[in-house]
């Protein structure tokens, strides 16, 4: 059966029942909805993520690291050299969001997971901080230039965005550094393996809030050390007969 979109958004009662089918078979393990969905379906499904109404549903998302961390991930991973990999500790913190949580790379580098919801860190969603020796760098959705602790470095920032695009011969944009790579066949930025880190690296992080206890991970095996406990939490039982 197919259902006329201009007639689903006419009748709020038929929404609904789509809405409530849609989470039923959500909750019940029925996950391909791409594949399975008619577009008549799958459209509403959308418009109620984008709404937020789909936060408290398992297929979607597990947790608020899930929501806010990979996009501010991959900045740490692409501006830090060898960072193509997960952290190996994270550190639980008792509360109900994981802000603060401290995770450590092998190389000692650490990443603390912060939504800064009061805006001290930075200044607008999905944002990040870079500190060292000499101070730090901040930068978040809706920036057309960084913060940093010492006004003096933005003397040179024209010219560094300059000669980074003629060096990688990299777009300042994701879209346009996507459409390119389709002509070019090289990596985007944000690159499969750089996302696939990013992710692990927060599903590891709930898997912390979920155990409320410190996590030791191993990023070449993908999986926890000595906890058998955890690595259950890496994927969902499946439904017979499929396997993968």
């Known amino acids: ?61 597990d947790g608020v690291p899930i929501e806010v961390g990979p996009q501010n991930e991959v900045g740490l991973k692409f501006v830090l050299p060898g ?13 109900d969001s994981g802000d603060g949580m401290v995770t450590t790379f092998a190389n000692g580098i650490k990443m603390v997971l912060e939504r800064d919801l009061g805006n001290k860190i930075w200044h607008g969603s999905c944002g990040v901080r870079y500190e060292g020796t000499e101070g730090w760098v901040a930068i978040a959705d809706g ?23 003629a060096r990688t011969q990299r777009p300042m944009s994701h879209v346009r550094n996507f459409f390119d790579c389709i002509k070019s066949r090289q990596q985007t930025v944000a ?13 590891v992080a709930n898997i912390c809030m979920w155990l409320k206890r410190d996590m030791k991970f191993d990023p070449v095996k ?23």
């Open 1 to 61: 059966m197919r259902i006329d979109m201009e007639e689903v958004f006419r009748d709020k009662n038929l929404l609904s029942e789509i809405r409530w089918e849609i989470k039923r078979k959500a909750l019940t393990g029925w996950k391909p909805w791409a594949i399975l969905l008619p577009p008549d379906l799958l459209w509403p499904m959308i418009n109620e993520v984008s709404q937020g109404m789909a936060q408290s549903w398992s297929p979607f998302l």
């Open 83 to 95: 960072m193509k990999t997960s952290p190996v500790h994270y550190e639980y913190v008792n509360n």
């Open 143 to 165: 920036y057309s230039r960084c913060e940093v602790s010492n006004p003096a470095w933005m003397a040179d920032f024209k010219k560094l965005v300059e000669d980074y695009q």
């Open 191 to 203: 690159n499969p393996v750089m996302m696939h880190r990013s992710m692990s690296t927060v599903h």
């Open 222 to 244: 993908e999986e926890f050390v000595n906890d058998e406990e955890a690595n259950r939490f890496r994927s969902r039982a499946m439904r017979e007969p499929w396997i993968i």
